[in-house]
Every structure is written in structure tokens, then in C-alpha cells.
């Protein structure tokens, strides 16, 4: 039997028997060739992995760790419960992603390439054959036994991957969160991290352009007039479009959302409500060292301080303004009047390049949630 046959066996008797086969080591799935139909799997163990913000070659030293190659048709495709993590970024997904990790309930992979590359085929026509579902399915599946020790698997895909929350609802029966920021929030994260950052939105747009949500922006002629910000704005949109139009394909129960405000300004409360979302039972204890430990602790250099200190200048400037409150919407641009509130407690109309010239700059706001939302009330779009 050839050695990548021994690997998948082995595999997959540890997930049939988790209890039995209780291990801190396990073979991740790295990359994938879909021209060749291979895919590489790198040995590691669980503390290594959860000491990694991300789990991608562009972050993550994997030159020295041992790899094997499987066939994709040794694989097993069979729907697997993995849970994932959707974001638009810059919103604290990884900040969650980190805090829900524990060693023997839950196992977060945070942006995997083999994900990306998925996406990469999927946009490039070589996942639209008969047995594209079965490679989708047998990567995800791959992802959630990689490690047959853990309970449950909770992955929080590079944002190029959105592409692929209509395949996961179909091919995986676990749950997703949506978790975002306002468009305002979004462009501050922009302006503030200089070129290499609007350089990634740039790129980000291009390649998620020709997803079929060319409806929400505009000509590609225009395009070249556009500011970084303009671009960050309709991409913004178009994440926010893709996460609409994957709802239907989860049923009550298997989607929430989540604004990144709620997590930075509640986090025991917010994280207790997607940990019983996720039903991983991670417990009090685990949930009240996270909050007082390091990962959120209000230090200078610590992921929470620098995003709420982010958060906290562009609250200052909508602060300062004179304009009126944000009417209740949802992200079709529909707007019911509210009442008008004390001036200290205002919010303006978050700002869009993106439809400055055009009649419904309505569609450029975003509510504001504090806590978490099961699905009929997923991005604040009531009934």
C-alpha cells in the first residue's frame, strides 16, 4: 500500500474513534494542486498551531515541518461539522478566532492557503467540473480531521475564500458566523496602515470583481478615477452583497451575525453568546482567563488595544460632527425615519466615497449592533 494511502487510513480511523486516538499532533492540509489533483499535508501539533496568528506560508515558517502528499481521491468527501468564521477584515476576526482556541474542544485555523486556493479555482473555472463538490468537500473534511483529538474544528477563512460560503452551506453541516464592521470603520482601517494596506485592498477587489456582484459597482472604465478609499468602500459593499446572498442556503439555526464593536466593547458577554452559538461548550473558566488574559488585555502592542484605539479616533471624529442619527435600515438601503436623539449621543452618516455621486447614498450606512444575531435579524435586516 503506498505511504499517502497509509496516511489517509490512518487519518481516518483517528476521526471514526476521537477518544480512543486523543492526540496533540496531526497532519494539516498546506496546499493543494488542483492540475495535478494532490494534496500536501505538513505535521504539526496543536500549541504550535495556536501560537500562529495565521496559518499561511506568507506568515508561518513551514519549510522544517515533515509533509506528505494524498491524492485527492483518497480523500474522504463525506459532510463534516466545521463551523467558520466569514469576515470582511480589519474586524477583529482573528482577535475571536484566537480567543476561541482550546487545545482539546476546539481547534481555530486562521486563513489556511489551502482555502485560498480553493477560491483560486473555483474563480478560474477548474472547480466547475462533475467533481468539483467532492474536491471541496474532501479539503473541508480534511480540515476538520486533521486533528482527531479536538471536538470541534472552527476555521476563519482569508477573505478571498467568501467565495466559497455557498459551497461550505452545502458541503459541511456546521455553523457560521458573519462577522463585520461598518463601511466607516472599514475605510479608517484602510487609512490608517499606509500603502502596503491599500495595496491589498486593490488587489483584494480585483480578484473578487468577477464574483457576480458587478451589479453594486461601477464601469470598469471608471475604475482608474477611483480613490483607494472609493475602492475600499464598494468592496466593502460587495463582501457585504456576499454574505446576503448565501443566507438562503442556511437555514434557521446555521447562520448569526456579528458587528466587531460588540466584541471590543462586551467581550465576556460576546464571547459567551458565540461560544453557545458554535455550541462548543467551552466553559467559564476558559471564557474569563481569555478575557483577562494576555490576548485582550489593554496593553500598548496587544490585538484588542490596537483595534479599539483605532475604533476609538474614528468615534471621535463622527463625535465632532453635526449630522443627523443613523435611521433603521437594513443593507438594501431601505430606511425607516428614527427619532431624533440628545445631540451627545448622535450618530453621523458614515462616510462613502463610493456613492457620493450617486442618488442612494442611503445604501452606504451600516447599523449598528451591539450583540450578536441569530438569523432572522443577520445584519440588522429585521423579519
Known sequence: ??????????????????????????????????????????????????????????????????????????????????????????CASTLLSSALDHPEINISLREPDILTALAAGRRNGQLNVPNGDRVIGAVLRSLWQAFPGTDHVTIKPFP?????????????????????????????????????????????????????????????????????????????????????????????????SLDCEALLRYPASTLAKVDSFFGLDLGFDHLARTVRGPLLAPTPSSPARLIQTFAAAAKGRRSRGNTPAISKRSWNGATTPSKQRPAKRRSPTPFCPSTRNTPDRQACRAPRRRLIYPSPHAFGARG
Not at 11 to 30: C, D, F, K, M
Not at 50 to 67: I, V, Y
Open 1 to 90: 500500500m503506498r505511504v499517502e494511502h497509509v496516511i489517509h487510513n490512518t487519518i481516518h480511523a483517528a476521526a471514526q474513534h476521537p477518544r480512543e486516538n486523543a492526540a496533540h499532533s496531526g497532519w494539516l492540509p498546506a496546499a493543494l494542486d488542483l492540475r495535478s489533483g494532490v494534496v500536501e499535508f505538513v505535521e504539526t501539533d496543536i500549541a504550535s498551531l495556536a501560537a500562529q496568528p495565521f496559518h499561511s506560508k506568507g506568515k508561518w515558517n513551514m519549510a522544517e515541518l515533515p509533509r506528505r502528499r494524498v491524492p485527492l481521491q483518497a480523500l474522504d468527501a463525506t459532510p463534516a461539522r466545521v463551523n467558520f468564521i466569514w469576515h470582511t477584515a480589519f
Open 160 to 256: 478571498l475564500a467568501n467565495c466559497l460560503i455557498r459551497d461550505a452551506a452545502r458541503l459541511t453541516n456546521g455553523k457560521m458566523l458573519f462577522l463585520y464592521q461598518d463601511c466607516r470603520d472599514f475605510l479608517v482601517g484602510i487609512a490608517r496602515r499606509g500603502e502596503s494596506r491599500r495595496g491589498f485592498i486593490r488587489n483584494t477587489f480585483k480578484q473578487i470583481a468577477n464574483d457576480g456582484l458587478a451589479q453594486i459597482g461601477p464601469q470598469n472604465q471608471t475604475l482608474f478615477e477611483m480613490s483607494d478609499l472609493q475602492i475600499g468602500a464598494l468592496l466593502w459593499h460587495m463582501q457585504i452583497h456576499e454574505f446576503r446572498r448565501s443566507l438562503s442556503l442556511l437555514g434557521n439555526g446555521r447562520f448569526a
